[in-house]
């Protein structure tokens, strides 16, 4: 906090920090100075004057937003001359104003109107003109309309898709009364536009407005609005949810709520059809005689339990698995560990996560004792270095990229490695672009140049690492043989970006890295972020603010389903099963002896599917999960699941795997459900009930207790999601000072052990969570991959995400919005190879493995380097995962999904 000084406006003496927007010190001191240009996220404009002010010794008037408080300012806000005068430049700014309202937008010039009683025409001075300027409506974009008729070239759309959102992609065209905003170059849908919808949140007066549902929405009529957490990925953006007749009609980002302070993306704001879609599940469904048929809950709850238990009876307990769900709250995923620890008997529960960032939490646990981001999403801004490795944060995380692009116009510095080119190349200092599956020699070679330049940190090194520099000396003997020359023959790179990304990551005072599955979905993930472990300790780059680990998670909840104990591995709050003494603790707990907790890992989710296919796994619960998209392998994981005796599927839409169910049980969406969540900083956020579910749909964490009691299992008696929540506290030490009530107005990033902890920002500060509270060196070599390109499969095939899809798409692919910006599978090929191979941009070709085949269409990009392929995975007609491996990482237990061999064949079809 700044210096406090006094000041005083119209005679009101007010406190405040010395260098702060004055326009906004009134407003926040209840003097409501007008103003329409400027917002408190942007850097003011003083373009519209209405918030014109006197200030003593200053002559004249002058705009309160462009001014910066002192000690001692005596300020005039409002007297006769300042109110007629503002009372004049409406009047001037309404004649060029088109003032028809269709009550769909919150129109601030409007309210302006009724303040200075110029809706009576009697009251003006100027004529109306703005009929005769000839404004363009561009309708052209798929989620919004910008009719300049209504702008007031207030600036406030142009920096907040420039300043908040780091784009720049709106401008002025034209010059002085017919100038008018464009995007791009002209349309909107020629432009780079990706949909987020800032400029339709600080608009004030409704010439940029959403398209969808606008005939719908009246703001007179609004029912509720409800702050909840956003479906899609890790980030936790808080929403503000319109909900008109029991329907959601509008999404807006939370103003004043972190993680993103008001910022969306695209799915944020646009992707909540899907709620509402016709093809939700509505009623319970059991499978007869190979098709599907409605049946009430007590016959579809009474046979799934007598199936179960009849699976215990004949096979024991080792013969049932359960998948969880990262799209299910922390009180669902608690209480579905808790059902198949109890009722199953076994610790086979997992769920995403072991297909996502498995590999890079088990590296960070032996290394530094905690598998979850070290900092805040606000640091990404701080930070004077980020690098960004295997983690394509601005079509997967866009609000995150949003503080990373801020950073880096306030003067930070971004190092992008990635094989595949991604949009926040545009904003880096250096790209460095290995081949796929070479980070280890890459990272190996950068810690080579590091210590060559005595750029490591001794003293951190000596005070905060097991071993201190006898065990630095065993990582510094191994990368001696890593020079940049070798580095650059193993991985493409460039010896010289190498070396000068070394350079400048180890210089920085505050260098924070952003990892991904790029990283971590490979059989070598683990030993990949052991190296980028190792870069981070020999540099200090941890344990203090600004710097840290960051691997932000793919899905709204797949760091609280980890953090309730929804692994194999773990209890809540990531303790062994095998540990003797918490399993008493737990036993307690619950109610149950210690003895029928066993202590024995259970099968990871790869692991599953395998036992399932050898006949070892006969019964499954999957719930809120899809693997016959996301899992590798598709083929052996088809057969696996046409082997089980008995299959139930918990869901919100038919999905690919439900077709193998024997039944299926309608559950409800994030906005028809109370509980909470965990983001990717370890912030445990609210989720709130905006409508009611649909048809018979119940709540997750209703069914799984239901199926419980009717297996003769009683796994607890709650009153709410509030009680399940303070079960989750007593369980998982890191929470035990977090309530509902607590996280009411905003969440608390845990550890938080007491009531009266006010939760932990940046992790390691005082030590590491390790038992001697140090943090470990694993140095690793690099291995080869043990598949490789040949002749008969000459390429390495990438997968990933994009922006306008979401996993496994059953809820993005139900949202027009988005459909209309992504809906089409296709892979990516250097023009090189296209040309090589003859094959055409936006033909039909096939992808041919060991494995399997799929059909799409080819996009002829520079994107990927040449002997490389990418392809997204949302996509259900062309499952990328049919020709990925199901080797698995030996630490970790993770596929492969970054590195399939394979060819690509053209497909010729004959018109009719």
Not at 388 to 410: E, L, Q, S, W, Y
Not at 465 to 489: C, H, I, N, R, W
Request: proline content about 5%; overall charge negative.
């Amino acid at each position: 906090m700044g210096n406090q000084i006094s000041i005083k406006i119209d005679g009101k003496s007010i406190t405040t920090e010395e260098g702060r927007n004055l326009l906004q010190v009134a407003r926040e001191n209840g003097i409501n100075i007008p103003g329409l240009c400027y917002h408190r996220k942007l850097t003011p404009t003083g373009a519209c004057r209405l918030c014109l002010c006197k200030i003593t010794d200053i002559r004249g008037m002058i705009a309160s937003c462009t001014i910066r408080v002192k000690e001692g300012m005596e300020v005039i806000a409002f007297d006769e001359e300042l109110e007629q005068t503002r009372k004049f430049l409406l009047d001037y700014l309404l004649s060029e104003h088109n003032e028809h309202y269709d009550a769909s937008y919150e129109d601030e010039f409007r309210e302006l109107k009724h303040r200075y009683q110029l809706d009576d025409p009697a009251n003006r001075k100027f004529t109306p003109i703005w009929q005769d300027l000839g404004y363009p409506v561009d309708g052209t974009s798929p989620v919004l309309i910008y009719d300049a008729s209504k702008c007031i070239k207030c600036f406030r759309c142009i920096k907040a898709c420039d300043e908040v959102q780091g784009k720049n992609v709106l401008s002025f065209t034209n010059r002085g009364i017919t100038s008018y905003i464009i995007a791009g170059f002209d349309k909107w849908n020629e432009s780079e536009c990706d949909g987020c919808g800032e400029c339709i949140q600080l608009c004030p007066t409704g010439a940029i407005v959403e398209k969808p549902h606008r005939e719908k929405i009246d703001l007179e009529k609004i029912d509720e609005k409800v702050t909840t957490t956003c479906p899609y990925c890790g980030v936790g953006c808080q929403l503000e949810l319109f909900v008109s007749n029991g329907r959601i009609v509008r999404s807006n980002g939370a103003e004043g709520l972190p993680p993103n302070d008001g910022r969306l993306c695209v799915k944020g704001r646009f992707g909540y059809d899907f709620v509402h879609s016709p093809d939700r599940l509505t009623t319970p469904l059991i499978k007869r005689n190979g098709k599907f048929e409605e049946a009430s809950w007590d016959e579809a709850l009474d046979l799934v339990a007598g199936k179960f238990s009849q699976i215990l009876d004949e096979h024991g307990s080792q013969a049932l698995a359960g998948y969880s769900s990262a799209k299910a709250t922390n009180e669902d995923n608690y209480l579905f560990q808790k059902f198949v620890r109890l009722v199953f008997g076994n610790n086979n529960v997992d769920y995403c996560t072991r297909l996502c960032h498995a590999s890079t939490v088990v590296a960070m646990l032996k290394s530094i004792g905690d598998g979850a981001g070290s900092n805040s999403i606000e640091d990404y801004e701080r930070a004077d270095c980020i690098l960004v490795t295997g983690n394509n944060m601005i079509d997967t995380h866009p609000v995150t990229a949003t503080f990373a692009k801020r950073g880096r116009n306030r003067g930070g510095k971004i190092i992008v490695i990635d094989p595949k080119w991604t949009p926040l190349v545009r904003h880096a200092d250096i790209w460095l672009q290995p081949r796929l599956g070479t980070d280890v020699a890459l990272l190996n070679g950068m810690m080579h140049v590091i210590i060559r330049e005595g750029l490591i940190d001794e003293d951190f090194i000596s005070s905060r690492v097991e071993g201190g520099m006898d065990t630095f000396s065993q990582l510094k003997e191994l990368t001696e043989k890593y020079t940049p020359e070798m580095a650059e023959e193993i991985t493409s790179v460039p010896v010289g970006l190498i070396e000068e990304a070394a350079i400048l990551f180890a210089r920085s005072k505050k260098s924070l890295v952003a990892t991904g599955m790029g990283l971590s979905q490979q059989v070598i993930g683990t030993n990949n972020v052991f190296s980028l472990l190792n870069m981070l300790l020999i540099t200090g780059h941890l344990g203090k603010e600004g710097s840290g680990i960051n691997p932000p998670r793919g899905q709204n909840n797949v760091q609280g389903a980890s953090d309730v104990g929804t692994s194999p591995l773990t209890y809540p709050g990531y303790i062994p099963v095998g540990d003797d003494d918490n399993r008493r603790r737990i036993a307690e707990l619950w109610g149950v002896p210690y003895e029928s907790l066993s202590g024995e890992t259970g099968l990871t989710t790869v692991e599953i599917v395998q036992a399932a296919h050898k006949g070892i796994i006969k019964g499954m619960y999957i719930m809120g999960e899809n693997p016959m998209l996301t899992d590798p392998n598709l083929n052996h994981t088809e057969e696996a699941f046409r082997k089980l005796d008995f299959l139930v599927i918990q869901d919100i839409f038919q999905t690919d795997t439900t077709p193998y169910a024997d039944v299926i049980l309608p559950a409800t969406s994030f906005a028809e459900k109370n509980g909470t969540v965990v983001n990717s900083d370890r912030r445990v956020l609210r989720v709130r009930k905006a409508v009611d579910p649909p048809g018979e749909a119940r709540q997750d964490w209703e069914i799984i207790l239901e199926i419980a009691r009717r297996m003769g299992r009683n796994i607890g008696e709650y009153a709410g999601e509030a009680a399940i929540f303070d079960e989750i506290a007593m369980a998982t030490p890191m929470m035990a000072g977090i309530s509902h009530d607590r996280i009411e107005e905003k969440g608390i990033q845990w550890p938080c052990y007491t009531k009266d902890h006010p939760g932990t920002p940046t992790l390691f500060l005082e030590g590491f969570n390790t038992p001697s509270g140090k943090a470990r060196i694993h140095p690793v070599e690099y291995i080869e991959q043990e598949e490789k390109p040949d002749n008969d499969y000459p390429f390495v095939l990438n997968s990933g995400r994009i922006l306008y899809q979401y996993h496994t798409a059953t809820m993005s692919r139900r949202n027009k919005s988005l459909n209309d910006f992504a809906n089409e599978a296709y892979v990516l090929m250097h023009p090189d190879d296209a040309a090589r191979h003859e094959l055409t941009d936006r033909s039909r070709v096939r992808l041919v493995n060991r494995r399997g085949e799929l059909e799409t269409s080819l996009r002829i990009s520079d994107e990927v380097a040449r002997g490389e392929l990418f392809m997204p995975f949302h996509f259900s007609e062309s499952p990328v995962n049919k020709l990925t491996r199901d080797n698995l990482d030996p630490h970790s237990r993770i596929p492969p999904y970054k590195f399939s061999v394979c060819r690509v064949e053209s497909l010729q079809y004959v018109s009719d």
